[in-house]
């Protein structure tokens, strides 16, 4: 079968729903954010991708802090909503219950299953969008969404997206097809 070269514009996906928050100017500021993963083991580093013309980079480079919040299917409209106004423009910081842990200057959703709060290890600067490297200062969720202490994702219903072309789309987890770092010991010989 032959290949199809298509357009370079394509990020990996699915990626998880995702609301990045920090304090701007003061008031809690929250958008949706999907370019995020892990850099490091230990410290745990994150990093996020944020682009410079965003509010929220005012507060990340301000308290050199933000927080990362993995919403359930619930949040999906709030979640979206975070990503389509600034601000700048609109208060988002009453749309959601915002919680502190540690550091006072970064924000988190309540709502939200998962919240990571981070400090900033590092910046780095692209053409058009800030790499912002998180260590993780504390990961806060709750037992309702845990199995035997861990995290069960079948409990907090995590927010899936894609986006294969011009057009993003929200799903929900679909099933489980087996252990990582356990099924491919079937092919050991
Ligand atoms: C599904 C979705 C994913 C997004 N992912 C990112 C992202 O990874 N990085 C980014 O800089 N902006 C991303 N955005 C855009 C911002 O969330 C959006 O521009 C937001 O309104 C900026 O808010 P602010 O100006 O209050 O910071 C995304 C938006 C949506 C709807």
């Keep these: 079968m ?58 990340i480079k301000q308290n050199q802090s933000f927080s990362l919040n993995f919403p359930s299917i619930d949040l999906v409209e709030k979640t979206d909503y975070v990503g389509l106004v600034s601000g700048r423009d609109v208060d988002k910081s009453k749309l959601f219950e915002v919680f502190y842990g540690d550091d006072e200057n970064t924000p988190m959703i309540r709502e939200c299953p998962i919240n990571i709060e981070c ?20 990961v806060y969720s709750e037992e309702q969404y845990m199995t035997d202490g861990a995290l069960d994702p079948k409990k907090f219903n995590p927010i899936v997206f894609t986006r294969p072309g011009p057009i993003g789309t929200y799903w929900k987890l679909g099933d489980s097809i087996g252990r990582a770092w356990s099924i491919g010991k079937n092919l050991f010989e």
Excluded at 21 to 32: K, L, Q, S, T, Y
Excluded at 50 to 57: F, G
């Design 119 to 138: 400090k900033v290890h590092d910046m780095v600067e692209l053409p058009d969008h800030v790499v912002v490297f998180g260590e993780v200062l504390n």
């Design 2 to 59: 032959s290949k199809i070269k298509m357009k370079s514009n394509l990020a990996p996906f699915p990626k998880p729903g995702c609301i990045i928050g920090a304090m701007v100017d003061g008031r809690p500021n929250f958008m949706n954010i999907v370019w995020v993963n892990r850099m490091n083991i230990s410290p745990n580093i994150l990093a996020a991708s944020v682009n410079v013309k965003h509010y929220t980079l005012k507060g």
